[in-house]
């Protein structure tokens, strides 16, 4: 499974992005997906996941309220709409797919894309 994410940038505190990521192969051989987020100097944290069949949806506290984790229409693509944005929030976004056990630790993920760089100017 190759994972392409795209959509980051520039954007002043405040503003708002939606980040994408393509998955290779339709979401029915992977149960979930997610993106994750890794600021200089800092680990690889947890943001957001959506699994398929379920539905389920879990944020990390620090995103609850301002981005939303969503599936597109075209079923092999999930979409991070970030909102009010911060200048804490300003990383490299990957998305991941195919989590096992604990959703929200990245080494629970087998594919990952390559970072999309988001960047909040204050």
């Known amino acids: 499974v190759q994972l392409q994410a795209s959509g980051g940038g520039l954007v002043q505190a405040g503003g708002y992005l939606r980040l994408s990521c393509a998955a290779s192969?339709?979401?029915?051989?992977?149960?979930?997906m997610g993106w994750f987020r890794q600021a200089p100097g800092k680990e690889r944290e947890f943001v957001a996941t959506?699994?398929?069949?379920?539905?389920?949806?879990d944020y990390a506290d620090s995103v609850k309220g301002r981005f939303t984790i969503s599936r597109g229409n075209a079923k092999n693509t999930v979409y991070l709409q970030m909102n009010s944005l911060t200048p804490e929030d300003t990383a490299v976004y990957y998305c991941?797919?195919?989590?096992?056990?604990?959703?929200?630790?990245?080494?629970?993920?087998?594919?990952w894309g390559q970072g999309t760089l988001v960047t909040v100017s204050s």
């Open positions: 959506i699994s398929w069949s379920s539905g389920f949806l």
């Open positions: 991941a797919a195919s989590g096992r056990g604990r959703l929200s630790d990245p080494k629970e993920y087998a594919y």
């Open positions: 192969e339709h979401t029915f051989s992977i149960p979930n």
